[in-house]
Nanobody, 116 residues
């Protein structure tokens, strides 16, 4: 069955870094656009970053441009989110998403908390 498993979250101080991973299985990963979303406490889910199926194109929310980098390894069926210069407002539950219309898959999320 389809699985997306996010790992790498945790507690980090402001200015620190984390790298999230999302391991995919049960579908042809290399054919899917991959996205990272986040949902801060009490707020709506928002898209953070997106990467094309080949990895050749990426896009980011304005709030994370220059700090976050999305990448993928199609041989390992894994997408990553490198997060640098973290701020308290980056605190959220982070989800990965696989999209290839009409298929749309979600992971369970990994918590990122930025606090001193």
């Amino acid at each position: 069955q389809v699985q997306l498993v996010e790992t790498g979250g945790g507690l980090v101080q402001p200015g620190g870094s984390l790298k999230l991973s999302c391991a995919a299985s049960g579908f042809t990963f290399s054919m899917y656009i991959m996205k990272w979303y986040r949902q801060p406490p009490g707020k709506e889910r928002e898209m953070v970053a997106v990467i094309s199926s080949s990895g050749g194109n990426t896009n980011y929310a304005d709030s994370v441009k220059g700090r976050f980098t999305i990448s993928r390894d199609n041989a390992k069926n894994t997408v990553y989110l490198q997060m640098n210069s973290l701020k308290p407002e980056d605190t959220a539950l982070y989800f990965c998403n696989a999209y290839n219309y009409p298929r749309d898959y979600w992971g369970q999320g990994t918590q990122v908390t930025v606090s001193s």
